[in-house]
């Protein structure tokens, strides 16, 4: 079984300065991992995901991830915060199930919620 | 453009009625899910469709039921055997045929239940 943990549920940084959300995640085969943000009421968008390929992902809205399997870590950095970027964020783990191919599930993180101060 | 449609996006319902979420997609996609969504708990897997005709239950599928009778459209059914339906529901489509496919969400669906 795979499991993600994000670690606080509440983050706040100020505009401008850097964003790091954690995120941790639990599988006994190599995983697919992915990052999604979602706003007040609406549903989520994908940031980035890794997929086995370059460990330093970096996905939309200047945001990017770097997958450590010896900490079997996954975090997401901003190096700069615009007040945009207040929101819900997600980090989401499947495992490739033998093969690569079939149906993985999807399991998510409980969830950071990103303040930005001006 | 292409997408996932959910409607209605509030939705009101007295205890002990059944109640039908609408999902509709346009992306051509094979896979479908349901999640349920509350504060604090992340998102929680409901029922999956990986295929027309065919679903599977998901973590929390007790109270809820689906069809897949078309590829573009999963709607969902809140029953009033449903301990606890005031929630958020998201509705997404995938590819199938690998992992590695990221999934698509609709806007969700705002139910309270009282």
């Known amino acids: 079984a795979q499991s993600v943990t994000q670690l606080g549920s509440h983050v706040s940084v100020s505009e401008g300065a850097l964003v790091l959300l954690r995120c941790n995640y639990s599988?006994?085969?190599?995983?697919?991992l992915f990052w999604y943000v979602q706003y007040p009421n609406q549903g989520l968008q994908l940031l980035l995901k890794?997929?086995?390929?370059?460990?330093l992902v970096k996905g939309i809205n200047g945001f990017e991830a770097e997958f450590k399997k010896s900490e079997t870590s996954f975090h997401l950095t901003k190096p700069s915060a615009h007040m945009s970027d207040a929101a819900e964020y997600f980090c989401?783990?499947?495992?490739?199930?033998?093969?690569?191919?079939?149906?993985?599930?999807?399991?998510f993180g409980q969830g950071t919620i990103l303040t930005v101060h001006p | 453009d292409g997408g996932i449609t959910q409607s209605p996006k509030y939705l009101f319902r007295k205890e002990g009625q059944n109640v039908t979420l609408s999902c509709e997609q346009n992306?051509?996609?094979?896979?479908m899910y349901w999640y349920r969504q509350d504060p604090g708990q992340g998102l929680r897997l409901i029922y999956y469709?990986?295929?027309?005709?065919?679903?599977q239950k998901g973590d929390i599928a007790e109270g809820y039921s689906v069809s897949r009778e078309k590829k573009e459209s999963f709607p969902l059914t809140v029953t009033s055997a449903q301990k606890n339906p005031t929630a958020f529901y998201l509705c997404?489509?995938?590819?199938?045929?690998?992992?590695?496919?990221?999934?698509?969400f609709g806007p969700g669906t705002r139910l309270t239940v009282t």
């Open positions: 469709s990986q295929i027309v005709n065919d679903f």
């Open positions: 997404a489509s995938s590819m199938s045929g690998g992992a590695f496919y990221e999934q698509y």
């Open positions: 890794y997929t086995s390929a370059a460990t």
């Open positions: 992306l051509n996609h094979d896979a």
């Open positions: 599988s006994s085969v190599p995983p697919y």
């Open positions: 989401a783990v499947k495992r490739a199930n033998a093969g690569g191919t079939s149906y993985g599930k999807l399991t």
